[in-house]
């Protein structure tokens, strides 16, 4: 349905998206999962056809929107990373402001914004000024603005920043009911428990790139055929490193403060060896976890960084 | 679609208190302070540190018309001495000797008026002179005729007429104040050295001062500080329209609403078409509000309203031009430095050369010359061309420069639209 072909953006020199490749099927619910600025919003914004990509494509069934993006446009919804509504205007008119830039006018307008506004569970505060709302319902009318032309593809882009828990569940319990009734959803975010529980399908991006795709199961399995040794020691030396690099070419490590993390195929056996090396460098390993593998860790076996700084 | 993207900019205007007090209170205020502050000096010439040039022109002289009178009192039955008396008498009182040798000849009115007397000039070449602000002719029967009408009751009234170089209010209104005292005190001095005349007689004289009222309306209407001040606030403050237009696109764009605006399918062209638009809208209605001020606050009487519909449509389409290509650069360069520039330096600039401040004129021609380009000045010039009692065929020249600039902001707007959207 909405697919990206070798699709790639750049800023003057900077490469944001580097020649990426997604698709979306009808009725799917895809999560797109990647640190700050791995290239997440600029990717949305060239599928959602508001940023024209420097090589690569765009394909609505089939067809490239770069020429004709209103058949998209019509049956997208898109949320918006930022706050895109008008401080000044209470929430009944900027529902009502969108819903007549969709063409939506009379009963129908007003039996829309009704729906949206149950949906997003800001009846009660319909008249007042959006600048008076907390930062939750600021998020939850982002949402319903997407909503009123009744969109069968919602991209959402971080729809969670910045609020409160409580807030956080009721979105992600209205997003969930909309993946429910058949909603297609593409679900940015850089929190990997969000994405697990709306999504089917994951696509992880760092630096541009999407550096893993598939299903959950497919994910957890990428994960479980790996494990990660936790190692706490005096004196981390770089030999120590280099060593271990040479004798595990496949694994990854990584270093924070006097925690050294190892990630590796789990085929291998490693405490051993590990700490015959860190005896011929004079390291002292004062403790060693072998942890069992979670879809965090996903993240890092991938990069070599943790998902959130 | 058009209409609702125009409701929903009139609604950020009027939710924002910013633009309702720059565009609507501040000219209001400025129009009160200005009209009071200075109207004492243009309405009046109390304290005019501007000198007026007045010629007169005298087609006769006493020595001239004193047979005529002769044989005037002759026929009306006075003869021997008392003749001669009365003609020592009506020599001495002749009003035209009053202001040459009284009135225009002290030091105080020196300051203000300088005069030039001539006999026998072409007016019409005269009123052409800029040089000069007002043209007395009195004609070659003026003091039979007085002494008919103001010692005998004569229907005959002298015939003077006034002509005043309306492009200087200020310096016209002096010799306007000044020439109408005169005519009110010789009319009334007459009555008092008669003193067989009738309260009839006196009011038949006071027709003669209608007589040189009549003749100023003929020709031009006086323009006082408050019509100037309303009409140079008002094209001053239109002009702030566009860059807060501007400045609500460019809000538009971070707060990323205008994202959404396109993902609706609304064309980048039809947005700023709206633009235009509201611009268009909001400035006549608020040129209409100043004028509606004036008229009920201030008590101004417009005249030739289809002429005032002409000028103030054509400088609201300028206005909103002006909004549409001031979003675009925006939209180009992603700042808000072109609107400050233009309200910060270029509205002071204009306003000071199309002379909403006081007549640029006064200072220097050329500028004033340069300040009918500006579309402010060509406004105001045509607006108070009008309200002098001009026809209408005057404000074209006017109307010719707004119409140029309302072209070249559409044409610079087409250039300057930023095709490949905003974001990059
Ligand atoms: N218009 C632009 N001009 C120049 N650089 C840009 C522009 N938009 C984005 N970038 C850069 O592209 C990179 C990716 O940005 P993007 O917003 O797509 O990341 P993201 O994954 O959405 O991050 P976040 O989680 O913080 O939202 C960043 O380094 C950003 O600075
Ligand atoms: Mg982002």
Redesign the interface.
């Known amino acids: 349905m909405l697919q990206a072909i070798n699709l790639s953006k750049r ?1 003057k020199t900077k490469e944001v998206v580097r020649e990426i490749n997604m698709e979306l099927l009808a009725g799917e619910s895809v999560g797109l999962l990647g640190p700050n600025g791995a290239g997440k919003s600029t990717t949305i ?1 060239m599928l ?5 990509p420097t090589s690569g494509d765009v394909l609505w069934n089939e067809k490239s929107i770069a020429k004709n993006p ?1 058949p998209l ?2 049956t ?1 919804g ?1 949320v ?1 990373q ?5 401080p ?2 209470s929430a009944r ?1 900027n529902l009502a ?2 819903g ?4 939506l006018k009379g009963e129908l307008l007003e039996t829309r914004i009704t729906e949206v506004l149950m949906k997003i569970g800001l009846t009660d505060r319909q008249k007042d000024i959006v600048k008076t709302f907390s930062g939750g319902m600021k998020r939850r009318l982002n949402i319903g ?2 909503l009123l ?1 009744r969109p069968s593809i919602l991209i959402m882009d971080e729809p969670t920043v910045g609020i409160d828990p409580q807030s956080r569940a009721y979105i992600l319990e209205t997003v969930k009911q909309f993946v429910e009734e058949g909603m297609t959803l593409l679900y940015t975010s850089h929190y990997m428990e969000e994405v697990e529980m709306l999504c089917d399908k994951i696509y992880i991006m760092d630096q541009g790139k999407i550096i893993a795709h598939g299903t959950k199961e497919e994910l957890k399995g990428l994960v479980s055929e790996n494990q990660t040794i936790e190692l706490k020691a005096n004196l981390l030396t770089e030999n120590f490193e280099k060593t271990l690099i040479e004798r595990f070419p496949t694994a990854t490590l990584h270093i924070e403060e006097e925690v050294l993390t190892i990630s590796m195929s789990k085929s291998e056996e490693p405490l051993a060896t590990i700490f015959a090396v860190a005896a011929a460098n004079n390291v002292v390993i004062t403790s060693a976890i072998v942890k069992v593998p979670s879809l965090e860790d996903v993240f890092l076996h991938l990069t070599g960084k943790a998902l959130r700084d | ?1 058009l209409f ?2 125009i409701a ?1 900019q009139m ?2 205007l009027i ?2 208190k910013q633009p309702l007090i720059i565009l609507l209170v501040m000219p209001l205020v400025l129009i009160t302070i200005l009209s009071n502050a200075l109207g004492s000096i243009m309405d009046s010439g109390e304290e005019a540190a501007i000198q007026a040039n007045l010629l007169i022109v005298d087609n006769s002289s006493w020595a001239q018309e004193e047979k005529a009178i002769k044989l005037f009192l002759e026929q009306e039955g006075v003869n021997g001495p008392p003749l001669e008396a009365m003609l020592i008498q009506f020599k001495s009182s002749d009003p035209v000797e009053l202001l040459n040798g009284t009135i225009l000849a002290s030091d105080e009115m020196k300051k203000y008026i300088a005069v030039d007397y001539k006999k026998y000039v072409d007016l019409k070449v005269a009123r052409q002179d800029e040089n000069i602000d007002g043209i007395l002719n009195i004609p070659t029967n003026f003091r039979l005729d007085y002494v008919k009408s103001a010692y005998f009751n004569n229907t005959n009234l002298p015939d003077l007429s006034l002509y005043l170089n309306q492009d200087n209010e200020i310096r016209a209104s002096i010799i306007e104040s000044v020439l109408t005292d005169w005519q009110t005190g010789y009319t009334q001095s007459a009555a008092l050295l008669s003193a067989d005349l009738s309260p009839q007689e006196i009011m038949s004289n006071v027709t003669s001062v209608e007589k040189l009222e009549q003749t100023l309306e003929a020709n031009e209407r006086k323009i006082p500080a408050s019509i100037y001040y309303t009409v140079g606030m008002l094209v001053m403050f239109a002009l702030y329209i566009p860059a807060f237009l501007a400045g609500f696109a460019l809000q538009e764009v971070q ?3 205008y ?8 064309s980048p062209i039809l947005y700023t078409l709206s633009i235009f638009f509201t611009g268009t809208f909001v400035a006549f209605i608020q040129q209409v509000m100043m004028l509606l001020f004036g008229m009920f606050v201030l008590g101004i009487e417009w005249i030739s309203l289809e002429a005032m519909v002409v000028i103030i449509v054509s400088y609201s389409v300028f206005v909103g031009a002006l909004s549409a290509l001031m979003t675009t650069l925006q939209f180009r360069t992603k700042t808000e430095g072109i609107a400050n520039v233009f309200n910060g330096l270029f509205i002071t600039v204009f306003s000071f050369l199309g002379g909403s401040f006081f007549n640029i004129r006064d200072i220097s021609e050329t500028l004033g010359k340069i300040g009918d380009f500006t579309p402010n000045g060509a406004t105001m010039s045509a607006i108070l061309s009008i309200q002098k009692g001009q026809d209408l065929s005057v404000i074209w020249p006017f109307m010719l420069a707004i119409y140029v600039l309302v072209v070249v902001c559409v044409l610079l707007s087409i250039v300057f639209f930023p095709r ?2 905003v ?2």
Request: positive net charge; glycine residues 6%.
């Open positions: 800023f914004s959602s056809s508001l940023v024209q209103e446009r019509k997208l898109v918006p930022e706050i895109a509504l008008y000044e205007l008119e402001f969108f007549r830039v969709y063409g603005a997407a032309h | 679609m609702t993207l929903k609604k950020m939710r924002n707060w990323k609403v994202d959404r605006i396109l993902l609706a399918g609304v490949r959207g974001a990059e």
